[in-house]
């Protein structure tokens, strides 16, 4: 049975930093590229990002690309998101995703950035 467990949110002023972190388990994480997703309020879900099996592929939609940092440490079966300069457009509820649509995802951790 596949788990992905975030963690890692909470409320963070403009221009602040969070790392995220998802561990999972129920699957051979090394071989499976992996995803960040999030969900603003009365939004879609968005992708955030992506990361192949080895790390070394990484992918962000433009938006993001200068802000967040995708990694995995394939060890210890966990997928983190370093989130810098973070303004209120963040806030989301943000999900680690085995895939781009988020059908299998984690239940979610809330970033919310507000004064």
């Known amino acids: 049975q596949v788990q992905l467990v975030e963690s890692g949110g909470g409320l963070v002023q403009p221009g602040g930093s969070l790392r995220l972190s998802c561990v999972a388990s129920?699957?051979?994480?090394?071989?499976?590229?992996m995803y960040w997703l999030r969900q603003a309020p009365g939004k879609g879900l968005e992708w955030v990002s992506r990361?192949?099996?080895?790390?070394?592929?990484?992918t962000y939609p433009a938006s993001m690309k200068d802000r967040f940092t995708i990694s995995r440490d394939n060890a210890k079966n966990t997928l983190y998101l370093q989130m810098n300069s973070l303004t209120t457009d963040d806030t989301a509820v943000y999900y680690c995703?085995?895939?781009?649509?988020?059908?299998?995802r984690g239940q979610g951790t809330q970033v919310t950035v507000s004064q």
């Open positions: 990361i192949s099996p080895s790390g070394f592929g990484r």
């Open positions: 995703a085995q895939d781009e649509a988020g059908i299998t």
């Open positions: 129920g699957f051979t994480f090394s071989n499976t590229a």
